[in-house]
């Protein structure tokens, strides 16, 4: 499939919408149902034209790499930005301590670690009595699980995921390739001499919200630096072609947060169209090899049955969050808003549906049309979906999908610059 040479551009404004939408233009008082819709349309936008991008794929490893000086660039930047991580984190954790009159997220999944150290492996999701008088535990096994040395240790366990975070900022680094502006290019006003710096400093925004400005919670109030990290992890596996790490990466994802469910089944659909049997095979094996070893061994199976029936309650729960902290819906860019506390049904049947149908329909008419990147697109078509119509929509939420677009069009940039230079 041919790709118009101006599609780089396209999609750095699109991603530059999806983000601001995501971030700094939710400081505009009353505009977020309005940043919702553009959120949610830059984000199908950026889905379909990844099909039409040529096909994306990691940077071939260079023997030798870590001598390279460029390299040793990169690592100063990280450790710049892991030392600036480490200042603003300082003052949000005492500024914000873990304790449910900020969030209940934190609380919870520490009693969970506390719980599996003390060896009540059975007993982890047992009502925990003096959190908002019994409350159940929810998390899956890859969201608390990563927490337990940190808990063990007795350090701050908000560390695990700033680290993952910093882990998905330092993947765009890595691959992140600024372009020489040269006097041919200036002469030429190529665009791509200009694309590459506009993403880093969409990419530097996204950072600074996320952990200087810290609105969305996420470094001190929220665990989901751990899913954001998951997401990036997948998109580098799916990527790699390399099923076994395809397969702890879904497999992690998984058991982090619901978000990846449509799209499993739409993903495995294309292996089989393919006729990538083995890959199939390896992927399914490993997700079932995770699933015990993740989640089985630790918890049981008595634990795994009840948690399934859980995402039936989310219904209830949002017509508590309606009525107990109805501004969520207003500063974040989800649709529940369109939906209001009467409709709390319908917005979570259309969730469950077209989560799992538009990333089936996707495959299918991309498949017959030999569209590139086709897995890839469906799982940023799938996040996107499932984060707008999801029934509660917090704001810490929205970020995983931003990072999934983020590592696409880096490499994407990277292989036109490869390919035009």
């Known amino acids: 499939m041919d790709h118009p040479k101006n599609l780089p551009v396209k999609l750095l404004l699109l991603f530059s919408v999806e983000t601001l939408s995501a971030t700094w233009f939710l400081k505009i008082p009353g505009w977020a149902p309005f940043f919702s819709l553009l959120y949610l349309s830059s984000g199908i936008a950026i889905a379909f034209g990844l099909t039409r991008c040529p096909q994306l794929r990691l940077p071939a490893s260079v023997k030798k790499a870590w001598t390279l000086p460029v390299n040793h660039y990169r690592l100063i930047i990280v450790g710049l930005m892991a030392l600036a991580t480490w200042s603003w984190c300082c003052y ?9 009159t900020n969030a209940d ?4 999944i520490k009693v969970m670690g506390e719980r599996f150290i003390a060896g009540q492996h059975s007993h982890v999701y047992d009502i925990i009595p003096w959190i908002w008088n019994g409350t159940q535990p929810i998390y899956l096994p890859a969201m608390w699980l990563p927490y337990v040395p940190a808990i063990f240790l007795g350090l ?10 910093l882990f998905s900022f330092a993947v765009f680094i890595f691959l992140y390739r600024a372009t020489t502006f040269s006097a041919g290019a200036l002469a030429e006003k190529r665009p791509r001499g200009y694309t590459p710096f506009f993403l880093g400093v969409i990419a530097f925004l996204l950072f600074w919200w996320l952990v200087a400005d810290n609105t969305a919670g996420i470094v001190s109030v929220s665990e989901e630096g751990m899913v954001i990290g998951y997401y990036v992890l997948l998109v580098l596996a799916l990527l790699s072609g390399r099923p076994w790490l395809t397969g702890i990466a879904i497999s992690l994802c998984m058991l982090s947060r619901y978000a990846l469910v449509g799209w499993i089944p739409a993903y495995l659909l294309f292996l089989a169209l393919e006729k990538k049997w083995r890959n199939l095979s390896i992927i399914t094996l490993t997700g079932i090899l995770c699933f015990v070893l993740l989640f089985l061994l630790p918890v ?8 399934a029936k859980l995402p039936g309650d989310y219904v209830a729960f ?25 409709k709390v049904g319908l917005l979570h049947s259309l969730l469950i549906s077209l989560s799992f149908i ?3 329909l996707f495959i299918l008419a991309g498949w017959r049309l030999r569209a590139k990147n086709l897995p890839l ?31 696409a069009l880096t490499l994407l940039l990277r292989q036109t610059e490869q390919t035009t230079a």
């Open 318 to 342: 949002a017509s508590r969050v309606w009525k107990d902290s109805p501004d969520v819906f207003t500063t974040a860019p989800g649709l529940a808003w369109f939906f209001g506390p009467k």
């Open 377 to 407: 697109a469906a799982l940023k078509l799938g996040l996107v979906i499932f984060f707008a119509f999801i029934d509660v929509p917090y704001l810490y939420l929205f970020y995983t999908s931003s990072f999934v677009s983020l590592i």
């Open 105 to 108: 997220m934190l609380p919870i």
């Open 300 to 307: 049981g199976l008595d634990t795994f049955v009840r948690l």
């Open 92 to 100: 949000w954790f005492d500024e914000m301590p873990i304790d449910i």
């Open 156 to 165: 701050d366990m908000r560390w695990v995921a700033v680290a993952a975070l």
């Open 358 to 360: 538009a990333p089936m």
